[in-house]
Every structure is written in structure tokens, then in C-alpha cells.
């Protein structure tokens, strides 16, 4: 079962760039759960960000973090497949 996963997105501060990460459980929740707190983290990961790159930059990161949600899911089926 995926438990977790790490919502990680590249911020541009003052010209360097460094990056902001957030921990999501993903344990127990359903697939409109999992959506819900993929949201939400990507609002909190793009928080420092301009406000006029604030909208793409959460955009961006829910779907980078849905794909990344979908291919731990791809690769749990595959495992179980013989």
C-alpha cells in the first residue's frame, strides 16, 4: 500500500533557487482524499512564491504530485500481477 508521498516543487527566491517539500500521508484515504491533501500541500509548497507565478506554480505541483500518486499506483498493480 502507498503510504506517503513527498509534494516537492522548485522555487525561484531572489534569483537562487531551492527547493520546498512537503510530507503527505496517503494512508487510509480515499482517491478524493488523496486529492484533497495533494491541494493543499501544493498551496503550502508554493506559498513563498511570486504572486503572479503563485497560480501556475500550484497548478504545476498538484499535477506533478497526481502523476507521481499514479505511477506508485501503476507500480503497486504491476508488482501484483504475476
Request: glycine share 4%; with cysteine.
Amino acid at each position: 500500500m502507498i503510504r506517503t508521498i513527498v509534494i516537492t516543487t522548485l522555487l525561484a527566491a531572489a534569483g537562487a533557487a531551492h527547493a520546498e517539500s512537503i510530507k503527505v500521508s496517503l494512508a487510509g484515504k480515499t482517491e478524493a482524499g488523496v486529492k484533497v491533501e495533494v491541494a493543499k500541500a501544493s498551496t503550502l509548497v508554493c506559498r513563498d512564491v511570486a504572486a503572479t507565478e503563485y497560480a501556475a506554480c500550484v497548478r504545476e505541483t498538484y499535477q506533478d504530485a497526481m502523476a507521481k500518486v499514479a505511477r506508485l499506483k501503476a507500480m503497486r498493480t504491476a508488482s501484483l500481477t504475476f
